[in-house]
């Protein structure tokens, strides 16, 4: 009786230093995926600012193009309104 009792305790003894290694396993792994977590939340807040960042200089540069676009057609518009002015003034010669 007090042999098995003995076993009894030693068996208890050991699952619970094995349910004590996978509970210290599991919290470490616990802290290693909120630690991922985090880092993961601030890449996605990262890549968010640089996104909307991206945004605005798109917005901006499509203004910039669209002014240069009509500066362009305006300058090409004078030239070819010059240029027959002056055809018209050599032709009437």
Do not use: N, P, W
């Amino acid at each position: 009786m007090i042999e098995q009792l003995r076993s009894d305790k030693l068996e208890l003894t050991a699952e619970l230093e094995r349910s004590r290694d996978q509970a210290t396993k599991a919290a470490e792994l616990q802290a290693l995926a909120d630690e991922e977590a985090t880092r993961l939340q601030l890449i996605t807040q990262a890549a968010e600012m640089d996104k909307q960042t991206l945004q605005q200089e798109v917005q901006s540069l499509t203004g910039v193009v669209e002014h240069l676009r009509r500066t362009t057609v305006k300058s090409v518009e004078d030239f070819l309104y010059r240029l027959k002015l002056d055809l018209d003034l050599f032709t009437s010669q």
